[in-house]
């Protein structure tokens, strides 16, 4: 959705960090979403964050919220080959769980 | 636990068909919802159902309707496909339409249709 914004390509040497960056507009959002997405499968959640918390940590993920600037981010520690995949961001609108989503980031691992 | 299923995986059809995809899922959820996924534009919301009986518009509801047939089941209607419908779709599910409680809002998601208008 355009009130989503992510960047579309990330390449990242195995064992170094990945960090995929968003930017979301509606301020009302209760809860903003990692979701991903291996070739040829539907989204599964990675993790969320309420919009009170400004950081969640869940072993390799790292999340960061900045409400100031609606800006999200996800870091991956020691990226795996098996993380590669399209990342997408997605935050709630107002009072019903609709999601809005990003366009997705394909991160790349390589060797 | 199935989850969210989908019918069919693939399908090609020509420009005026008609075609509806499927969806059901056994989680007892009361929330259901279709999105179509097209590359650089994310997933943008089509239609969704916040409960059995009810039925609203997304984002990009032209060209489809929808039936919430029963708490398990949410089809996908396209009357007169055209080229620009070609995507894919998936369905997905929430168990609650509004926000609060201890729910996060999580959408559980089926594996996709591939359809392709020619």
């Known amino acids: 959705g355009e009130d989503v914004e992510q960047s579309l390509f990330l390449s990242v040497r195995e064992g170094d960090s990945s960090v995929i960056n968003c930017t979301y507009t509606?301020?009302?959002?209760?809860?903003l979403y990692w979701y991903k997405q291996e070739p040829g499968a539907g989204l599964q959640l990675l993790t969320y964050?309420?919009?009170?918390?400004d950081m969640k940590q869940d072993q390799r993920l790292t999340v960061l919220l900045n409400k100031k600037d609606k800006h999200l981010s996800l870091r991956i520690a020691d990226t795996q080959t098996g993380d590669s995949a399209i990342y997408f961001c997605?935050?709630?609108?107002?009072?019903?769980?609709?999601?809005?989503f990003g366009a997705g980031t394909t991160v790349t691992v390589r060797a | 636990n199935a989850g969210v299923t989908q019918t069919p995986k693939f399908q090609v059809l020509k420009t005026g068909q008609s075609m509806t995809l499927q969806c059901a899922q056994d989680?007892?959820?009361?929330?259901m919802y279709w999105y179509r996924q097209d590359p650089g534009m994310g997933l943008r919301l089509i239609y969704y159902?916040?409960?059995?009986?009810?039925?609203d518009k997304g984002e990009v509801p032209n060209g489809y309707n929808v039936s919430r047939l029963n708490k398990r089941e949410f089809s996908l209607r396209l009357e007169s496909a055209a080229p620009s419908q070609t995507s894919v779709y998936f369905c997905?599910?929430?168990?609650?339409?509004?926000?609060?409680?201890?729910?996060?809002?999580?959408?559980?998601f089926g594996e996709g249709s591939r359809l392709t208008v020619l």
């Open positions: 997905a599910s929430s168990i609650r339409s509004k926000a609060g409680g201890s729910n996060t809002g999580e959408l559980f």
């Open positions: 509606d301020s009302s959002s209760t809860y």
């Open positions: 964050i309420f919009s009170n918390m």
């Open positions: 997605a935050e709630s609108m107002g009072d019903d769980y609709k999601l809005s």
């Open positions: 989680m007892n959820h009361n929330s």
């Open positions: 159902s916040a409960s059995e009986g009810t039925t």
